[in-house]
């Protein structure tokens, strides 16, 4: 069975510091995988990885895939107290082109303290 | 240039009532997928809709769940005789084509069933 596990499932920093998320997946045909932060409302879409190696960045945020070792990290520096929330790991299995049928983790919840 | 809307925002009934959650993908996408989010627990794939078509409909309850995504009108996601079991947030995601698009999601409905 497809299956995305996340770790930790939850984790309380100061602001300032670095924090790493992550993401492990087994799945039959692996086509992609996705990070979203969750707040109190939707998931927002933050990096899609199909390749292995290729580091994603934005701002303060970071995210990297392997392939081989069926993993994937984001990394956050220099936390704020902006970055809590729920990160949400998806992956998307190749199968007949569908793109939605997204399989996740079960998120890790960021706590960043003052 | 509107997100996925989705309403209610929130949404009580009694055990043995109809919920209808109503969703309004992007402007210009023509899919739409159902996620269901239970307490402590990652999003779950429930079904996945083009204009008229079920396409794929395998994480969804045999009993009590149907959707639609008629020609006119947004998608509804409807539960009938709802049981305690099916207190959750309730996402609805949209994306333009069968591409590598990542999905958006709007806010969610929260159903809690007393």
């Known amino acids: 069975e497809d299956k995305v596990v996340q770790s930790p499932l939850s984790l309380v920093v100061h602001e300032g510091d670095t924090v790493t998320l992550n993401c492990s997946y087994e799945?039959?045909?692996?086509?992609?995988l996705l990070w979203y932060k969750q707040e109190k409302k939707a998931p927002t879409f933050l990096f899609m990885l199909?390749?292995?190696?290729i580091e994603k960045k934005s701002g303060r945020l970071s995210s990297i895939l392997d392939k081989k070792e069926l993993f994937s990290i984001l990394n956050i520096t220099a936390t704020q107290t902006g970055d809590s929330a729920i990160y949400l790991c998806?992956?998307?299995?190749?199968?007949?082109?569908?793109?939605?049928?997204?399989?996740f983790g079960q998120g890790t919840t960021l706590q960043v303290k003052p | 240039n509107a997100g996925v809307m989705q309403n209610p925002r929130h949404l009580v009934r009694r055990r043995g009532q109809e919920a209808r959650l109503r969703c309004s993908p992007m402007?210009?996408?023509?899919?739409v997928y159902w996620y269901r989010q239970l307490p402590e627990e990652g999003l779950k794939f429930m079904v996945y809709?083009?204009?008229?078509?079920?396409?794929?409909e395998s994480g969804m309850p045999k009993e009590r769940f149907s959707a639609e995504f008629p020609k006119e009108g947004p998608s509804i996601l409807r539960i009938q005789q709802v049981v305690r079991g099916d207190s959750a947030a309730y996402f609805c995601?949209?994306?333009?084509?069968?591409?590598?698009?990542?999905?958006?999601f709007g806010n969610g409905t929260r159903l809690t069933v007393t």
């Open positions: 809709l083009q204009k008229e078509n079920i396409i794929d």
């Open positions: 402007k210009g996408h023509s899919h």
């Open positions: 995601a949209s994306s333009p084509n069968e591409g590598n698009s990542p999905l958006h």
């Open positions: 799945v039959t045909n692996f086509r992609s």
């Open positions: 199909t390749s292995s190696g």
């Open positions: 998806a992956v998307v299995p190749r199968t007949s082109g569908n793109t939605g049928k997204l399989i």
